[in-house]
């Protein structure tokens, strides 16, 4: 027990916390200025290290990256062992440590938190912790300081798998501790032999034209177009441009990347005329969101966009077309596959979209903003399907669901075999195979889309034409304590201070369509305000009354 208060000590001392730095862990982890992480991701290494003690020994993970941030910022998340965000009851004690202003100060609530816990320091006990970066320059020297906190505990192990999109990271420990192959390599074969197994499955008389093959993808200069790059010499059937690779030619995120693209709307840098009229998809920079677009004319900065409501859609119906297919016209008692079907978004989702896919008879949950309240709302059905307006998302597929899909097709393939249930059936197969279990990921859900829209025959237009967005504005409001603000109902109404959701409801009656709502953000110091109305100048109207109102209660 002696070594070990003196590693923690030891690694504590290492990165010295500057005076006033205060951490906290948000929805997006620990994110700051690179070159001032140092002391944060050091600790985040002791709780990862922690963590993984406390689940036995499995793997747990630990990704550098600030995401969508420019490039000078960093920042560091941990992986839980299912490959999801890590627990959230962990985060008060990863704020705790990030902000102990001693190596004292930490080692007294390291040893509190480890025996609340039950957690046996120094015990003999195994622990690893996956490493894995972006392409960020204070990358490398973060990396170091992760390690020598995962080392701090005695016993732990820190693996570095290199540089890697966040979303493969989530794979790889998720993967690992299902004992399943984990390596980058069996990502990428799995990847790409389950988007040749869906594309083997596009019915005959629905082959691409040129014009569908082509696909143009701004990697945001970041780690996903570098990925990208990598795998799309080994995918037939698609015709892959990428721009914004990450081999140079721009700086990361830097009016580009898909954040860029889904707030400002208008054309990412590298790209040209000859883009014009193509379908092109954007990764945000560590590759866990995705978003489309298509350039209107070479004249014009505009695009047509394709959110993540929009991507989230399109899943839906697919998904619900092989469950249709499954099922022919057999009634509720006599399903072959009965399949709990959960659709979830949040507030930000456009109300077109939440009225589409109520439209087609489903019901749709709302959970707060962040991946963590999706993702664990998903989790709950046979498949759920959860995706933020900004991209990020991904298809669940319960295991007891994936089991009874495999029982089935085997089943097709002795009786009817080739026949469109057995092959609707194969398509979800491959469609869990390929989308990531784990987190939203850009190029898994890219090729998901593809693969989709050749199946469907569809062009990028018939995929907008599904629903019109409705016009919406987004403001930021700087106030004096944006935690002053108290929501309910997913975020969808104000219950402090008190008054203020009266003066937003009746803004929002003098609109058609129009919805508004304010919520303190996880990951900057702003309350949001969202409007939405059936025109561009409504929502922005809407959008401001409430911004006032905001600013005049809160200051
Ligand atoms: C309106 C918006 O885009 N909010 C983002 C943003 O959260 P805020 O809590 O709104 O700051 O960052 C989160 C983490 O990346 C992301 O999950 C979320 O969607
Ligand atoms: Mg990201």
Redesign the pocket.
């Known amino acids: 027990m002696a070594e070990q208060r003196a590693a923690l000590l030891a690694a504590a001392s290492l990165f010295p916390v500057p005076d006033g730095a205060r951490f906290s862990y948000?929805?997006?982890g620990f994110r700051a200025e690179g070159s001032t992480m140092g002391p944060a991701v050091c600790r985040a290494g002791m709780v990862a290290a922690l963590r993984s003690v406390k689940l036995g020994g499995a793997a747990v993970g630990l990704v550098l990256t600030a995401?969508?941030n420019p490039l000078r910022d960093n920042g560091v998340k941990i992986v839980d062992e299912d490959g999801g965000m890590m627990s959230q009851d962990w985060e008060p004690f990863a704020d705790a440590l990030a902000n102990a202003p001693n190596p004292d100060a930490l080692l007294q609530i390291v040893l509190k938190f480890a025996k609340d816990e039950d957690i046996r320091l120094g015990e003999g006990h195994s622990a690893q912790v996956l490493l894995a970066r972006d392409t960020r320059p204070t990358g490398e020297y973060l990396l170091d300081a992760a390690v020598k906190g995962v080392n701090a505990v005695i016993g732990a192990v820190a693996l570095d798998m290199g540089i890697l999109t966040t979303p493969q990271l989530h794979w790889i420990v998720r993967c690992k501790n299902k004992g399943l192959k984990a390596s980058e390599m069996d990502y990428f074969t799995q990847v790409i032999d389950s988007f040749r197994c869906l594309l083997k499955l596009v019915p005959k008389d629905k082959g691409a034209d040129v014009m569908n093959n082509r696909l143009v993808v701004d990697g945001a200069n970041g780690i996903g177009g570098l990925k990208l790059e990598e795998i799309k010499a080994r995918i037939s059937g698609l015709d892959i441009h990428v721009r914004n690779s990450g081999n140079g030619e721009g700086i990361l995120n830097e009016r580009c990347g898909a954040d860029f693209v889904q707030k400002e709307k208008v054309v990412p840098l590298g790209f040209g005329p000859e883009d014009v009229g193509f379908r092109c998809a954007s990764f945000d920079g560590d590759a866990d969101r995705l978003v489309y677009f298509r350039i209107v004319s070479s004249t014009d900065t505009r695009i047509d966009l394709v959110d993540g409501d929009k991507i989230l859609s399109l899943f839906v119906l697919f998904v619900r077309e092989q469950i249709d297919i499954i099922n022919g016209n057999n009634d509720e008692g006599n399903k072959v596959l009965p399949t709990r079907f959960g659709v979830i978004q949040?507030a930000?989702a456009n109300g077109a979209s939440t009225d589409f896919l109520e439209n087609l008879g489903l019901e749709v949950v709302f959970t707060s903003?962040?991946?963590k309240y999706l993702h664990k709302k998903s989790l709950e059905y046979d498949i759920g399907i959860y995706f933020?307006?900004?991209g990020?998302g991904t298809v669940l597929f319960s295991d007891h669901f994936v089991s009874q899909l495999e029982s089935l097709t085997s089943e097709f393939s002795l009786k009817a075999s080739g026949s469109s249930q057995h092959q609707a059936a194969m398509r979800l197969l491959a469609a869990s195979q390929l989308i990531n279990q784990a987190v939203g990921d850009a190029l898994s859900g890219m090729l998901l889309v593809e693969a989709i829209l050749q199946y469907k025959g569809w062009s990028f237009q018939n995929w907008c034409d599904i629903y019109t967005d409705l016009p919406s504005r987004?403001l930021k409001v700087k106030v004096q304590d944006r935690t002053a603000i108290v929501t309910t109902d997913a975020e969808r109404r104000v219950c402090q201070p008190s008054g203020l959701q009266e003066l937003i409801d009746g803004e929002i009656a003098n609109y058609s369509h129009g919805r508004c709502f304010v919520?303190p953000?996880?990951?900057?110091d702003v309350v949001?305000v969202?409007a939405e109305a059936s025109t561009e100048e409504a929502a922005n109207s809407l959008a401001k009354q409430v911004a006032q109102h905001v600013e005049r209660i809160l200051g």
């Open positions: 948000g929805t997006a995401s969508h949040t930000y903003t962040g991946v933020e307006a900004n990020h987004q919520r953000s996880g990951t900057e949001r969202y």
